[in-house]
């Protein structure tokens, strides 16, 4: 079968007996699909209110300021990361960081 012939993990195959023989297939869902469905909802929320919010900051801002803010998140999350995750960033990590402030301030 193709890769998008397959069934999805979770799902069971029902089968409905048609005049001509055939089987009509119908799919059920099954607990752990409903499940893995709800893991999603709270960052699917947290995605929705930061779009909501960065579309409302671009009202009060220039563009080029709004812009040049969401290039800096890179910047933010690794440092972040660092002081309340206690992550450990590796050197590649770091310089990647440091191209994105070379960028942002040759900008």
């Not at 890769?3 to 297939?25: A, C, L, P, S």
């Not at 409302?56 to 309340?84: D, E, H, K, N, T």
Request: with cysteine.
């Amino acid at each position: 079968k193709q890769w998008y012939q397959r069934r999805v993990r979770g799902q069971r195959k029902r089968g409905k007996r048609e005049e001509n023989g055939t089987i009509q297939e119908e799919r059920g869902t099954t607990q752990p699909e409903k499940i893995l469905t709800g893991i999603f909802v709270l960052p699917t929320c947290c995605d929705l209110i930061g779009t909501t919010l960065s579309g409302i900051g671009l009202l009060y801002v220039p563009a080029s300021v709004w812009q040049m803010l969401r290039g800096a998140i890179i910047i933010f999350a690794g440092i972040l990361s660092v002081i309340f995750l206690k992550r450990r960033l590796y050197p590649t990590n770091w310089i990647g960081m440091g191209v994105v402030m070379i960028g942002l301030a040759m900008v």
